[in-house]
């Protein structure tokens, strides 16, 4: 099989999984985010580390808005258009072109909540919790701005987006309805429609702020597969124990500050082993959230050989 046929027969219950897909993925320098650059630079570490899909990073942040400073002010939230997004576009453009003949190219794509976060300097979190039915129309008018994103990528031709969510983690909004009345329908709103219009979406429950200690709010969010990390609580599910939950393939398996990012190549081999002999019948590896910026590219590649090579 060829790299597109072996992520997208995870979507298959039907067909036995022959080659495990795997993705790593990491935040380039500011130099290669936009344009041809970003385009490079994606394309130089797809192939070095001979992984299954080209996930572009997403690095155009929302402008922030000094004029925010009371719940009431988030209807100023500027609606962004296609033409704020074209940095970004630029280089969606130029990996479809150069790369969507040999693999699945996917999109990473924050979430409202994240992106109104962005353009307040965390003060959405201070206003959500004193106003939700003020404050939530930035999310709102972020949900927007990023579908027109969202919109001219599915033109341009990708196959999908990594959806990230935040803010139902333990810590954040606990005991109160905003993630329920606000951040959870913002979210639907952008995922609903990709979903209807993209043949291969991940759903990554991100935990890159705070812990989960349940993930039953997500399980009705839509994505093929499911990336999260598997420490829920004081538990550690195991792969198949996500894949019953979310009743989809798992994608994950690895630590991202893990073996991957402190070991030798051999260290990686050896745990990359240990989580397949574990792992659900469809099953995608990949590392819980973005691997860090100085990860040894050899290391990922060797993740990827081990993976491809594997026999259960």
Not at 250 to 269: E, N, W, Y
């Amino acid at each position: 099989m060829n790299k597109r046929e072996i992520v997208l027969n995870l979507l298959d219950a039907n067909t036995p999984q022959e080659t495990i897909p795997v993705g790593f993925f990491i935040h380039f320098d500011p130099r290669f985010h936009f344009g041809q650059a970003a385009v490079d630079k994606h394309l130089e570490y797809f192939r070095y580390t001979d992984m299954d899909v080209v996930k572009i990073q997403y690095e155009i942040k929302f402008p922030y808005q000094p004029d925010i400073q009371k719940p009431s002010d988030w209807g100023k939230l500027p609606l962004l258009t296609e033409e704020f997004f074209q940095p970004q576009l630029a280089a969606v453009e130029g990996l479809v072109k150069a790369a969507k003949h040999e693999a699945v190219v996917i999109v990473t794509l924050y979430s409202p909540f994240m992106c109104a976060r962005q353009a307040s300097n965390t003060l959405i979190e201070q206003h959500l919790r004193e106003n939700l039915d003020q404050a939530k129309l930035g999310v709102e008018i972020a949900a927007e701005s990023l579908l027109n994103f969202v919109r001219a990528c599915i033109r341009l031709g990708v196959d999908g987006f990594y959806t990230s969510t935040q803010g139902g983690e333990r810590d954040r909004f606990g005991g109160s309805p905003v993630f329920a009345d606000c951040i959870k329908p913002a979210d639907l709103l952008v995922m609903n429609e990709i979903n209807q219009k993209c043949l291969f979406n991940v759903l990554h429950v991100c935990d890159y702020a705070y812990d989960y200690d349940d993930l039953t709010p997500f399980l009705d969010y839509p994505g093929h597969v499911v990336n999260v990390n598997q420490r829920v609580g004081d538990e550690m599910l195991t792969g198949q124990t996500i894949a019953e939950m979310f009743k989809r393939p798992f994608m994950g398996g690895l630590d991202r500050k893990g073996i991957i990012a402190t070991g030798s190549p051999a260290d990686v081999q050896q745990e990359v082993e240990r989580v397949l002999q574990q792992a659900p019948d469809k099953f995608f590896l990949a590392a819980d959230c973005t691997l860090p910026n100085d990860v040894d590219w050899e290391n990922v590649k060797t993740a990827v050989a081990t993976a491809h090579s594997y026999q259960k």
